[in-house]
């Protein structure tokens, strides 16, 4: 049977430092914050493509499970979990890493099985591009985004443009768009990537929120919400990811392309904001649809733009 989203990325456990407090190792990684924010929608069926240790128990990897996702293609092998320790200084704009142990995730092959040889989205994490490559030739899809990393950017750049010749949108954040196409201006950086291949972009521009680029000419550029009680700023840009796409999945089929793509990027947003307002996956652990939809209620009324005339 056909999945709904299948999505393939880091699974980690990790340690966090803000102005607002710490946390030890608790549950982190890519794939783990899309699946987090992608489950706020619990209709959707989904599947995962990750790599975890031995120190991964029944109690993580029940995570996923209670969230109607398929673990099939969860390997554990001997080994610790990816583990990341860092912290984020008063303003918290950028993270600072103390230590990053890649451990089994250093030699991670994704092996798909036939539960997720197909699928309506396929989401490609932030990992090496020769490794999303190996995805999206195991993986029939509808649609598929990728996220990467500047990291990728400067070492495999190449691979990279290989893999952005066959998905369908790419999610980005500011720097990375600089750095991907060498120029300086969001708006011509997202032109440059289009012509690379992906009919979507989307550039995540931090407090200055995020706009989405069309092939189509479609453009739309959102405010970020407003958060007063920031707490930990991880994994935002990949819930932002799990929100876009599983609201593009749910609606797919209910809605015109442009009145989609606008709701899907304020939905994003605001699955955003929850994430930061706490630690790790803690931000989004008890909200539901309802709570999502009450904020983007808000979210338009005060970034509506007053009718001047």
Same mark, same amino acid.
Request: hydrophobic letters at 40%.
């Given at each position: ?12 456990? !990790? ?40 120190d ?18 969860? *390997? ?12 984020? *200084? ?35 994490g ?10 999206? *030739? ?44 060498? *120029? ?32 189509? +000419? ?5 405010p970020?919400?407003p ?8 994994g ?6 799990g ?30 904001s ?8 803690? +931000?989004?652990? !008890?909200?539901?649809?309802n ?19």
């Amino acid at each position: 049977m056909k999945k709904d989203i299948v999505a393939v990325g880091s699974i980690a456990f !990790d340690s966090v430092k803000t102005p607002v407090g710490k946390k030890e190792r608790i549950l982190g990684g890519s794939l783990t914050h899309f699946i987090n924010a992608s489950s706020v929608i619990p209709s959707l069926s989904k599947g995962i493509v990750g790599v975890v240790g031995e120190d991964f128990s029944s109690k993580e990897e029940s995570f996923f499970t209670s969230r109607n996702v398929d673990t099939t293609d969860l *390997e554990k092998k001997q080994g610790k979990t990816f583990f990341w320790e860092g912290y984020y *200084e008063k303003d918290m704009n950028q993270a600072f890493t103390l230590k990053t142990e890649l451990n089994v995730f250093a030699d991670f092959s994704p092996k798909i099985s036939q539960a997720n040889e197909k699928t309506k989205f396929l989401f490609l994490g932030n990992i090496d591009p020769v490794l999303q490559l190996s995805v999206l *030739e195991k993986i029939e899809f509808e649609t598929c985004f990728m996220d990467t990393m500047n990291f990728w950017l400067e070492t495999k750049k190449e691979d990279v443009l290989k893999v952005l010749k066959k998905i369908t949108g790419l999610i980005i954040n500011e720097t990375e768009a600089f750095l991907l196409t060498g *120029e300086s201006n969001y708006i011509k950086a997202a032109a440059l990537i289009m012509d690379m291949g992906p009919s979507f972009v989307i550039i995540k521009r931090g407090s200055a929120g995020s706009t989405f680029f069309s092939k189509s +000419g479609l453009f739309i550029s959102y405010p970020a919400f407003p958060v007063a009680n920031l707490v930990d700023p991880t994994g935002a840009g990949d819930s932002f990811a799990g929100g876009f796409v599983s609201y593009f999945t749910a609606n797919k089929e209910k809605k015109t392309e442009s009145v989609l793509i606008k709701e899907a990027l304020a939905y994003a947003t605001m699955i955003a904001s929850f994430n930061v307002e706490g630690f790790g996956i803690d +931000g989004l652990a !008890d909200k539901k649809e309802n709570d999502v939809l009450s904020r983007m209620e808000k979210y338009y009324e005060f970034s509506l733009l007053p009718n001047f005339k």
